[in-house]
């Protein structure tokens, strides 16, 4: 059983059954109004940055192939000059702790940076607002249009809004998409009608959760799916910048005319015009405090700005500060001055260890891969003259992208030879694999399993060697 009051105030009592309890919160739809200003600027500016890149990359040549490719179906990943095999996975390990590193650095000095700015779930929603907005208008008209009763008008301007979208979405899972197969035989593919079954599913895969999560889910992804929002907490500390409205300065908060002496009225700088809440893209009211909700995305900085420049006040009263900053009054040197705290230290020393050891493995790296492996068809066996032969498989993979000849030579036993061709010719990026025949006199080494060493050299360039230990097995 349940209660609820009757108008007269007298309690009510309702069946259990006939209580109904959401499983979800109701969603309201939000209609982030347009700002302008610095942060916006600055949130543009990422948009075409990471967008450039995105967008453009794949089409830059190199070497008579794209500049970047991840070619799943030969496994090999061509990055500018490198070309990286499954046996490179160890980079690959190291440019994720990289980026993991990086997050909690840029988190713990100045919040949710990465949010705000770079997250493709921000760039791709900035981007179908901006779309939104040209073709429906600003937030008032939005509301409105949304609203109305269907219509000619509201049905063309739908359609006109989804045609673009689906266009863009269509475009980025195409993008997306060409980073894994060659971009240019891609294009050739759509033109002709020719593509593939897996390339039509993953174009509109992509399309279709850049339509649905920037056209629709939009701050219901930072808010239910986004596993940064909920751990990103942990990472801050009282020193950490976040965008914070200065509720000293602000309130009292309440409407007043542009000349009145409002201290002397008794109230604060907030004019309680609730603009900030109106441009921000989570629907939060930043005068409540941090709340997970807020993607750091300083619209409500901009719009705040722009209303203390009206009124004739400081700017600032909404504003990128710390915790500590807030209670002791500290100004921007007393912030810039507690940055250099244990914390971030740490992570900046691990950090730049990290990345000066990946540009040394880079530099250093040596073009050429060697993998041994026993024949198991063929053990060791007794040939000519007491000699003992043993097979081995040698895989080896050439990672530059210029056909190449390598020698190969074995050691780690007396008078240890290849009685096979010692020449390997591999292609440009390419792999061989070749039976080489090892032979030892009987009494070269002990019974059983020796330890021997093949070594791979190219023969134009003799820095290019490797070196890999197998078992030579002795049989009496
Ligand atoms: S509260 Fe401000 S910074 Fe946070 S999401 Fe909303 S507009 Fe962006
Ligand atoms: S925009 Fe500024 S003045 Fe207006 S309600 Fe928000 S904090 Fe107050």
Same mark, same amino acid.
């Given at each position: 059983?349940?209660?609820?009051?009757?108008?007269?105030?007298?309690?009510?009592?309702?069946?259990?059954?006939?209580?109904?309890?959401?499983?979800?919160?109701?969603?309201?739809?939000?209609?982030?109004?347009?700002? !302008?200003?610095t942060f +916006? +600027?600055w949130r543009?500016a990422f948009?075409?940055l990471t967008?450039?890149i995105f967008?453009?990359?794949?089409?830059?040549?190199?070497?008579?192939?794209?500049?970047?490719?991840?070619?799943? &179906? *030969?496994?090999?990943?061509?990055i500018?000059?490198w070309?990286f095999?499954?046996?490179d996975v160890f980079y690959l390990a190291i440019i994720l702790i990289i980026s993991a590193l990086s997050l909690f650095l840029f988190t713990t000095v100045a919040g949710r940076l990465w949010c705000g700015y770079a997250c493709p779930q921000t760039v791709?929603?900035?981007?179908?607002?901006?779309?939104?907005?040209?073709?429906?208008?600003? %937030? =008032?008209?939005?509301?409105?249009?949304?609203?109305?009763?269907?219509?000619? !008008?509201?049905?063309?301007?739908?359609?006109?809004? *989804?045609?673009?979208?689906?266009?863009?979405?269509?475009?980025?899972?195409?993008?997306?998409?060409?980073?894994?197969?060659?971009?240019?035989?891609?294009?050739?593919?759509?033109?002709?009608?020719?593509?593939?079954?897996?390339?039509?599913?993953? #174009?509109?895969?992509?399309?279709?959760?850049?339509?649905?999560?920037?056209?629709?889910?939009?701050?219901?992804v930072c808010k239910?799916m986004c596993p940064y929002a909920r751990f990103q907490g942990v990472m801050f500390d009282p020193d950490t910048l976040v965008i914070t409205?200065?509720?000293?300065?602000?309130?009292?908060?309440? +409407?007043?005319?542009?000349?009145?002496? *409002?201290? =002397?009225?008794?109230?604060?700088?907030?004019?309680?015009?609730?603009?900030?809440?109106?441009?921000?893209?989570t629907?939060?009211?930043i005068?409540?405090g941090l709340q997970y909700e807020c993607i750091g995305c300083a619209?409500?900085i901009?719009?705040?700005?722009?209303?203390?420049?009206?009124?004739?006040? +400081?700017?600032?009263? #909404?504003r990128y500060s710390t915790e500590n900053a807030l209670r002791s *009054?500290w100004g921007r040197a007393d912030i810039l001055r507690h940055i250099a705290r244990p914390r971030v230290i740490v992570y900046t020393v691990f950090l730049t260890a990290i990345v000066v050891a990946l540009m040394w493995g880079l530099a250093v790296r &040596?073009?050429?891969?060697?993998?041994?492996?026993?024949?198991?068809?063929?053990?060791?066996?007794?040939?000519?003259?007491?000699?003992?032969?043993?097979?081995?498989?040698?895989?080896?993979?050439?990672? /530059?992208?210029?056909?190449?000849?390598?020698?190969?030579?074995?050691?780690?036993?007396?008078?240890?030879?290849?009685?096979?061709?010692?020449? #390997?010719? &591999?292609?440009?990026?390419?792999? !061989?694999?070749?039976? &080489?025949?090892?032979?030892?006199?009987?009494?070269?080494?002990?019974?059983?399993?020796? /330890?021997?060493?093949?070594?791979?050299?190219?023969?134009?360039?003799? %820095?290019?060697?490797?070196?890999?230990?197998?078992?030579?097995?002795?049989?009496?």
């Open positions: 059983m349940s209660a609820e009051r009757t108008p007269s105030g007298a309690a009510k009592v309702i069946p259990i059954q006939e209580v109904e309890q959401a499983l979800y919160e109701v969603r309201k739809k939000i209609y982030p109004r347009a700002v !302008h200003g +916006a +600027a543009w948009v075409w967008q450039l967008y453009g990359l794949c089409w830059l040549p190199w070497n008579d192939r794209q500049a970047v490719l991840f070619d799943l &179906v *030969h496994r090999k990943f061509y500018f000059g070309v095999w499954p046996q791709y929603t900035e981007m179908f607002l901006w779309v939104e907005r040209l073709v429906e208008g600003d %937030r =008032a008209k939005r509301m409105k249009l949304d609203g109305a009763p269907i219509s000619a !008008h509201k049905l063309g301007l739908k359609t006109a809004k *989804h045609t673009i979208w689906i266009a863009m979405a269509l475009w980025t899972g195409f993008t997306f998409v060409g980073y894994f197969t060659p971009i240019r035989e891609l294009a050739a593919e759509v033109v002709s009608a020719s593509l593939g079954p897996w390339e039509t599913f993953w #174009i509109l895969f992509y399309g279709f959760a850049t339509y649905g999560n920037a056209g629709f889910m939009r701050e219901q239910y409205y200065d509720r000293e300065r602000g309130d009292p908060r309440g +409407a007043r005319g542009r000349k009145t002496d *409002h201290r =002397a009225a008794g109230l604060g700088d907030c004019v309680d015009c609730e603009i900030c809440v109106q441009v921000c893209p629907g939060i009211d005068r409540n619209a409500c901009d719009a705040c700005d722009q209303v203390m420049d009206k009124m004739g006040y +400081a700017r600032g009263l #909404i *009054h &040596v073009p050429l891969k060697v993998n041994v492996m026993r024949d198991r068809a063929a053990l060791a066996r007794e040939v000519e003259n007491e000699q003992i032969e043993n097979v081995f498989r040698l895989q080896v993979m050439n990672t /530059t992208e210029a056909a190449r000849r390598y020698r190969v030579s074995v050691e780690g036993m007396q008078e240890i030879s290849i009685a096979s061709e010692p020449l #390997i010719e &591999v292609g440009p990026a390419g792999s !061989h694999q070749v039976a &080489v025949r090892v032979r030892a006199p009987r009494g070269a080494g002990r019974s059983g399993a020796n /330890t021997i060493w093949f070594v791979v050299r190219a023969e134009d360039d003799q %820095r290019v060697v490797v070196r890999e230990k197998a078992s030579f097995l002795v049989i009496r």
